[in-house]
């Protein structure tokens, strides 16, 4: 090819991709890729689904008799992980809405990275805001239930699996924010 021929070429496919409009590009070029920000929204919808799931987990243990020493207790506790649940929930939720209306077609590039690293920044916020509640929450829990050592040791597992869980989706939300900024 000779250097018109190639500058013709490259004309060409610069004046086909400017008419595009950002959907059909999308939508002809990207049908299968997932970008980092999508990929972070439905970890977010996901988080958001199944913490409004665990609230009905806490209505059918609210009918079960677990052995807590005064009846008051167990209205606490309960009330306590509905709220919990809701809070979490509801952050997911604030979080998946923020990020889902990142539009890397319309906006800038520091613009796209500024509004993502907010995000991260009340991510990390909504931890350090909810993770006190569920170590007193769990703290709770195990002084209410204290008479039964299968309780305390399933409180103790399922912490520790809890925890385990918890830093391994952490990893994967900071990963993918990680994508994002580079």
Known sequence: MTPEEIRTTWQEAARRMSQLKAQEYENNYLQ???TALQSLAKRYGRFSRCSFLLILCVF?????????EADWMKYVV????????????????YLYKGVSAINCYEM????????????RKKHFQSLAFLLPIAIGLIAFLAYALRADKYVISGII???ILGLAMGLFNL??????YRKIKE
């Open 32 to 34: 299968r890729k997932e």
């Open 78 to 93: 309960f009330g306590v992980m509905t709220a919990y649940f809701i809070a979490c929930g509801c952050i997911d939720y």
């Open 60 to 68: 059918c243990w609210l009918n079960m008799d677990l052995g807590f």
């Open 157 to 159: 597992c399922g912490s």
């Open 171 to 176: 990893h994967k939300f900071m990963a993918e």
């Open 108 to 119: 800038t590039v520091t613009e796209v990275i500024d509004r993502a690293m907010y995000y």
